[in-house]
């Protein structure tokens, strides 16, 4: 089956824009084009945009993200590259999920004190505590 970019756009939740951008940027290299010259995506296209908003969501810069679809386009050559690419990868988003994390945890410590407060009706509950936000990591 073959598909417009109306449809793609419907059915991966990107929008026709995003996927123009995209094949501009050249990660769409596996796209058809049919006779008029309009982009003609096929059902094997769905895993390829999956990979990139995969990548994309969890920061890999567009320019990154051409260089792996463009070792991939260049075949086995390119196995222990593209291996590289995402344990690097790996390694980023790992570093961002414990940066997260510890937003999260002073978050937690935000919500903590403005419940205690509100229990105690006042702020000065806190002065007793020697714990502040900057003592959370």
């Known amino acids: 089956m073959r598909y417009t970019i109306s449809q793609v756009a419907?059915?991966?939740g990107l929008t026709a824009y995003t996927l123009r951008y995209y094949d501009k940027q050249g990660l769409l290299p596996?796209?058809?084009r049919d006779k008029a010259g309009n982009r003609d995506f096929k059902e094997s296209d769905f895993v390829w945009l999956?990979?990139?908003?995969c990548l994309k969501k969890s920061g890999m810069?567009?320019?990154q993200i051409r260089e792996y679809i463009k070792m991939c386009m260049e075949g086995d050559v390119t196995l222990t590259e593209r291996l590289t690419t995402f344990e690097a990868h790996k390694q980023a988003v790992l570093n961002q999920i414990d940066e997260l994390n510890k937003y999260l945890r002073k978050i937690d410590f935000k919500i903590d004190y403005y419940?205690?407060?509100i229990e105690a009706?006042?702020?000065?509950?806190?002065?007793?505590t020697n714990c502040t936000w900057l003592d959370i990591e």
Do not use: L, S
């Not at 999956?50 to 908003?53: G, H, K, M, S, V």
């Not at 009706?121 to 007793?128: D, L, N, P, R, V």
């Open 10 to 12: 419907d059915r991966t």
């Open 30 to 32: 596996f796209v058809d």
């Open 50 to 53: 999956d990979i990139i908003t």
């Open 61 to 63: 810069p567009v320019k």
């Open 115 to 117: 419940k205690t407060a």
């Open 121 to 128: 009706g006042t702020e000065a509950i806190h002065a007793q």
